[in-house]
């Protein structure tokens, strides 16, 4: 199907590339039980981005002149990629693009002012998604076991250093002085399920804070840990979550000032589908 803007052919190069660019994405976010998903429909995305950009730069034309150093910056940094495009061309998409940026950073600024009282009513309506996992905190000591800590003085070493730690002694100095991972004295700081091997998370997730374990073997090696802290499931406190509540709302605000933008620029543009079904 030929498409046209304003008298202009969409050059079809172009859509398959922001086909080929959109592709990664759609696969892993779009298809996954979606049967209306197809290459049709993303062609379609990508056809409809072309054209959205294609208006854009017709109007950014109507934009104020860009500084010349800011086009001779450009220019010199990207000259070696342009093959044989000639300077004045090259210069003269360099110009359109900065104008085209500058017009939609116009656009999207005018967003209206997201207030405390929308951050709080999406955090209510989204409660379900912003769930803290259940976390802890652990220190470590570790002996390992590979080809150059045989298993028996690996097995050896560990033992006693618990018979230190039943004894009595500092476990974040023993940690420090003895562990084959002794930075920040053996402290892993906090992590939720499915973030250690399996056989560690077993015991650790069992432990109470302040509780030293038995000696245990990962593939790692053998290991014996303390349990510093632990922090149950539950929902992410407003006051952590509003920055990202804010920065997503505002980023939702000034899409949709681009789109209704955009939308506004097909409106007026003459755009001809060839080859489409009525």
């Known amino acids: 199907m030929?498409?046209?803007?304003?008298g202009?052919?969409?050059?079809?190069?172009?859509v398959e590339a922001e086909f080929r660019r959109l592709k990664p994405h759609y696969d892993e976010h779009v298809r996954p039980g979606n049967d209306d998903a197809s290459d049709d429909q993303l062609r379609a995305w990508a056809t409809e981005n072309i054209i959205e950009r294609m208006l854009i730069r017709v109007a950014a034309?109507?934009?104020p002149p860009v500084p010349r150093e800011d086009v001779e910056k450009t220019y010199s940094e990207i000259a070696g990629q342009a093959g044989n495009m000639p300077e004045s061309k090259l210069k003269h998409e360099i110009e359109l693009n900065i104008k085209a940026g500058n017009l939609v950073e116009r656009v999207i600024s005018r967003i209206p002012e997201i207030g405390e009282d929308d951050c709080k009513k999406w955090y209510r309506e989204h409660l379900d998604q912003l769930q803290n996992p259940e976390m802890v905190r652990v220190r470590h000591i570790v002996k390992?076991?590979?080809?150059v800590n045989p298993k028996e003085e690996a097995h050896s070493a560990i033992q006693e250093i618990k018979i230190k730690l039943d004894a009595g002694e500092d476990f974040e100095k023993l940690a420090g002085e003895h562990s084959d991972c002794p930075d920040q004295s053996g402290d892993l700081g906090y992590f939720s399920r499915g973030q250690m091997v399996q056989e560690f998370e077993d015991v650790v997730f069992d432990m109470n804070p302040g509780e030293v374990s038995d000696i245990f073997v990962t593939q790692f090696g053998y290991h014996v840990a303390r349990m510093e802290d632990r922090r149950e499931s539950g929902p992410v406190p407003y006051e952590e979550a509003r920055a990202a509540i804010l920065e997503?709302?505002?980023?939702?605000?000034?899409?949709?000032?681009?789109?209704?933008?955009?939308?506004?620029?097909?409106?007026?543009?003459?755009?001809?589908?060839?080859?489409?079904?009525?």
């Open 2 to 6: 030929k498409i046209s803007v304003n």
């Open 8 to 14: 202009v052919e969409v050059d079809q190069r172009e």
């Open 61 to 63: 034309e109507k934009e």
């Open 144 to 147: 390992h076991v590979d080809g």
């Open 248 to 278: 997503r709302l505002e980023e939702e605000s000034r899409q949709d000032m681009l789109d209704q933008y955009v939308d506004s620029l097909k409106e007026k543009a003459d755009i001809v589908r060839e080859g489409e079904s009525s």
